[in-house]
């Protein structure tokens, strides 16, 4: 059984009300936009299933669904850079979630080692597609 609510069929009580009632798709899954709750700077895209975000409002630290793995991942347990959320965000229909996060340790969140996992742009010129390495500045 759920700890979250069903969503209604009022779409005002999910937009506009004070329930937290998460959205997961049909495999179960919530997409999590993880922040530097520093510098605002976008380190991840993930997923969560329901036992992840318990556990992350549970404990305060991130935990994913690898959708790979098919496991629960907390976020930096191997590697000592945790994620300790800051504040957790819901979009208008709670079917996204922002997490804004400190990573502790030495900072990287992409497993590459990099801070970010969006470490390359994408650039179109000339009819064709490459991509760059982009600069931790400019990530």
Not at 13 to 22: D, K, N, Q, R, T
Not at 35 to 60: F, I, K, P, Q, S
Request: glycine content about 8%; aromatic content about 6%; overall charge neutral.
């Amino acid at each position: 059984m759920s700890i979250f609510p069903a969503q209604p069929s009022d779409k005002k009580a999910v937009e506009e009300g004070a329930a937290f009632m998460p959205r997961f798709d049909a495999s179960g899954l919530i997409t999590a936009i993880v922040t530097d709750a520093r510098d605002g700077e976008l380190l991840m895209v993930a997923h969560m299933n329901e036992e992840a975000l318990r556990l992350t409002l549970e404990t305060g630290i991130a935990h994913y669904w690898s959708r790979s793995r098919k496991t629960l991942w907390k976020k930096g347990e191997t590697s000592g850079n945790l994620q300790s959320v800051v504040e957790l965000r819901t979009d208008c229909d709670q079917d996204a979630l922002w997490l804004k996060v400190h990573v502790a340790g030495d900072g990287p969140t992409c497993h590459t080692g990099r801070r970010s996992c969006f470490y390359r742009r994408v650039v179109s010129s000339g009819g064709k597609v490459s991509l760059t390495m982009a600069s931790d500045h400019d990530q």
